[in-house]
């Protein structure tokens, strides 16, 4: 007589109630589920020390995540172990975030720290340490798989699909991946977690960057890049209205922050010229001139299941924007996209592509054309 055994799956536990519910809904369906913990980011370790909000004081403690990812494990009787990659997350997120920041651009830390943290590094450490057969993670998406392709898709919940975040995933990584909330909604989540009287159903939702947490975002980039203060400029009249604090802590598009209370128009960063030290903004009257756009550059792009036979897309340049119009094409190996004009289309950023309900990958914007 052949005993089927379960499937082994480990699945990242954070605390939080989206991988709390993703570990009933795992069992509801006869998997094996063991947690495991990541932390990869130390503010000691990791120079951290300015910047620091008391909301993130009180919700992103790693000591304070475990305690309630634990208690999960013992309702739900399953294990649940801890592991840490400060110095992989160092090395292949946070350098990279610090040298585009120092080259005038906006950088995406939570895409690559999905492709080089979650997606590879713990699914390594699942497989050599305890032989799973799959992992499985909290996002809101869903995985196809038609012919042996994965294809990665939009989750039921529009509001909170992570897609975007996920762009620089490959077909490896794919096939070894469970996305058990793709079918719900946020609301019916924390719904099945007070049903299950887990302790964290109501608990706030992790914001900020990827495994750091909420920070006051000019100090604490102050940690890694020392400020130098320059001039603002008004883009049209090329006369000075301001002072900045370093060029670095700015982003296209930004109105806030920017230390002009005094003058009488909003005003909107729209160039950095980061050799003279130069904040340029624009008023919002002419913000429409400055700011947008209609074709960019993009660079080192992820076709997750190959290049689609028409090039019609719909385009992300930020997490939750409205999807834009648009269309790709392939030079040399570069990917140009033509979009619908767009405001503060940013070097640095993510440009995830989309047809229906799929996503094609994405690349980071080199340059406005």
């Known amino acids: ?85 400060i110095n992989k997350y160092w090395k292949k997120v946070f350098q990279y975030l610090i040298k585009e920041y120092k080259r005038g651009r906006t950088p995406n830390p939570d895409v690559l720290c999905n492709k080089y943290i979650k997606f590879d590094e713990f699914i390594k450490e699942a497989k050599n340490k305890f032989k799973c057969d799959l992992i499985a993670m909290g996002h809101y998406a869903d995985i196809i798989n038609k012919k042996n392709k994965y294809f990665l898709t939009t989750a039921l ?50 914001t900020g960057i990827c495994f750091i947490g909420e920070r006051d975002f000019k100090p604490f980039l102050g940690n890694y890049i020392t400020n130098k203060k320059g001039k603002v400029v008004d883009i049209l009249t090329k006369k000075q209205i301001g002072t900045h604090d370093g060029v670095y802590f700015y982003t296209y598009g930004q109105n806030k922050g920017l230390g002009l209370s005094g003058q009488t128009k909003k005003y909107f960063v729209c160039k950095k010229d980061i050799k003279q030290n130069i904040l340029y903004v624009c008023d919002e009257q002419h913000k429409e001139k400055c700011l947008s756009s209609t074709q960019c550059e993009v660079e080192n792009f992820n076709w997750i299941s190959g290049i689609p036979k028409t090039n019609i897309v719909k385009i992300r340049f930020r997490h939750r924007q409205q999807f834009v119009k648009g269309q790709f094409h392939i030079i040399k190996n570069k990917v140009y996209l033509k979009y619908v004009s767009t405001l503060a289309v940013t070097p640095g950023q993510f440009a995830v592509l989309y047809q229906n309900h799929t996503c094609l990958g994405g690349g980071i914007v080199n340059k406005l054309i």
């Open 1 to 85: 007589m052949i005993v089927q055994t379960k499937k082994r799956v480990v699945l990242g536990m954070s605390g939080g109630v989206d991988s709390s519910v993703c570990a009933f809904l795992l069992q509801e369906q006869g998997y094996e589920v063991i947690g495991l913990f990541m932390q990869n980011w130390d503010s000691y370790l990791n120079c951290d020390f300015q910047g620091h909000t008391k909301s993130d004081e009180k919700q992103c403690n790693a000591q304070k995540d475990f305690a309630d990812a634990q208690q999960v494990a013992k309702k739900l009787g399953i294990k649940i172990y801890r592991t840490q990659f």
């Open 157 to 206: 919940d529009e509001d909170k699909d992570q897609t975007y975040f996920l762009c620089g995933l490959n077909q490896v990584q794919l096939s070894k991946t469970l996305f058990p909330l793709g079918h719900y909604t946020k609301t019916q989540v924390r719904a099945i977690a007070k049903k299950m009287k887990l302790d964290n159903w109501s608990k706030k939702d992790s």
